[in-house]
């Protein structure tokens, strides 16, 4: 089993930035893909953005140049440094763990963007 916990959504002006964390603990395998994916009201939830342990990044069209995502292998934390944010950007935010076994969803933390 992995349990995953994200840290540090909130409230931000337009044009903002904000930096979301997440660990994974309990069964952590070498070889795993670490990512965020996002939930506006309404709409489905979407990828925002991976990175597997050998530190390869993949990230959707509204994420590339904006945001960043960023691992550390050692403490099995994954990273998404979010710029320039705009009202759309505003969703829950959920970090996601997989391996060859599954994948394991955190309880999501809310970004909000707004003037």
């Known amino acids: 089993q992995v349990q995953v916990v994200e840290f540090g959504g909130g409230s931000v002006q337009p044009g903002g930035s904000l930096r979301l964390s997440c660990a994974a603990s309990g069964t952590i395998f070498n070889m795993n893909v670490m990512g965020w994916y996002r939930q506006a009201p309404g709409k489905e939830r979407e990828l925002a953005a991976t990175i597997n342990s050998g530190l390869s990044t993949n990230y959707a069209d509204f994420a590339e140049g904006r945001f960043t995502i960023s691992r550390d292998n050692a403490k099995n934390t994954v990273y998404l440094q979010m710029n320039s944010l705009t009202p759309e950007d505003t969703a829950v935010y959920y970090c996601?763990?997989?391996?060859?076994?599954?994948?394991?969803w955190g309880q999501g933390t809310q970004v909000t963007v707004s003037s």
């Open positions: 996601v763990y997989s391996d060859y076994e599954g994948a394991y």
